[in-house]
């Protein structure tokens, strides 16, 4: 019989639900572990016994998982860029070497540690290396540093006996210079006067009416102008100057007396009287080489040899000079 209190009902009896607070407790304890380990996190402003009277809710149904930040690289901060940065010590150091170095080259420069006192040069006969130091006389006692190579060979290419010049420093005190001088390749003469023209057609120098008689004669209308150190003004003495350039190049030993030349005709008169007719001055290298190849041939039995046609070539005594043999 089931205790009554009265007007026929049961009395209650409590009965402790053992099974039930062994789940709770079990269920916080995960939540305990989890949230140890950092898989559960606190509710915001709660300590950990904060969510156990949600236990249960929260074991029943699951929940949106905890957001959780991707690793990434932290940015450069001020504080870091200013770690990378120089010290002002550093800087100081840096700026001092810069100034003492500015301070050195102008002190090489307008002092005379590195001044010139002696020129040494070298690939030019004593009376071209006399025109070249010459030349150089302002740069004695002028600093090496402050050097400008390029207008010093300038200067010097501008030499009428010069065709060409290298400049080099010899630290501390010397300068050296290499020298290509011009080829003498002809007189020019005008009227009594002479002057001795280079391969390249500026005028050396003057001379005498017999000066260098080996080389040879080229005459100019009194009209002309002659400068020195200039190149030849005159067209036609400039194309018989370009034709014996071409001459020598070529090897032409024998010895050429007088050179006439217009825009359609060019002609060597050789010292034994021989006239070498070229027409003009196309195809010279080839005409040039049919001419040595007669020479021994006609030398003494002809008065001329015209190869304006080289393939044809005419002799005064033998039109039809053959070039066989």
């Keep these: 019989m089931s205790p009554s209190l009265g007007w026929g009902l049961p009395a209650r009896v409590c009965v402790p639900d053992t099974g039930r607070r062994r789940t709770e407790r079990g269920v916080q304890s995960e939540r305990k572990r989890a949230r140890g380990a950092g898989l559960i996190p606190f509710a915001v402003g709660a300590?950990?016994?904060a969510a156990n009277g949600s236990?249960?809710?929260?074991?029943?149904?699951?929940?949106?998982p905890a957001a959780v930040a991707p690793p990434g690289t932290p940015g450069l901060g001020l504080g870091k860029l200013a770690n990378?940065?120089?010290s002002g010590r550093v800087l100081a150091l840096a700026f001092g070497l810069l100034a003492a170095g500015l301070l050195a080259y102008l002190g090489a420069r307008e002092t005379s540690l590195f001044a010139v006192q002696s020129i040494r040069i070298s690939g030019a006969p004593a009376h071209v290396a006399s025109h070249v130091r010459a030349?150089?006389?302002?740069?004695?006692g002028r600093s090496l540093v402050g050097l400008d190579r390029n207008a010093v060979e300038r200067r010097l290419s501008s030499l009428p006996d010069v065709a060409a010049a290298t400049v080099d420093r010899d630290f501390p005190h010397t300068l050296r210079?290499?020298?290509i001088p011009a080829h003498s390749i002809a007189v020019l003469r005008r009227g009594p006067s002479a002057w001795i023209v280079s391969s390249d057609g500026r005028i050396i120098r003057a001379?005498?009416?017999l000066a260098s008689p080996k080389l040879p004669r080229i005459w100019v209308r009194r009209a002309a102008t002659v400068d020195q150190g200039v190149a030849v003004g005159d067209t036609?003495?400039?194309r018989a100057i370009a034709a014996l350039a071409t001459a020598r190049r070529g090897r032409f030993t024998?010895?050429?007396a007088t050179v006439r030349a217009t825009d359609h005709e060019l002609t060597f008169v050789l010292a034994s009287g021989l006239e070498l007719r070229f027409g003009d001055a196309v195809d010279l290298p080839l005409k040039l080489a049919v001419v040595r190849r007669l020479l021994p041939l006609v030398q003494g039995a002809s008065s001329y040899v015209d190869v304006t046609v080289p393939e044809r070539p005419v002799a005064d005594e033998n039109p039809q000079v053959s070039t066989s043999g």
């Design 47 to 49: 300590g950990p016994d």
């Design 55 to 64: 236990a249960m809710a929260s074991v029943s149904r699951p929940g949106r």
């Design 84 to 86: 990378a940065l120089p």
């Design 135 to 140: 030349a150089l006389a302002p740069l004695d």
């Design 177 to 179: 210079v290499a020298v």
């Design 207 to 209: 001379a005498g009416r």
């Design 236 to 238: 036609d003495a400039a």
């Design 254 to 256: 024998a010895r050429i």
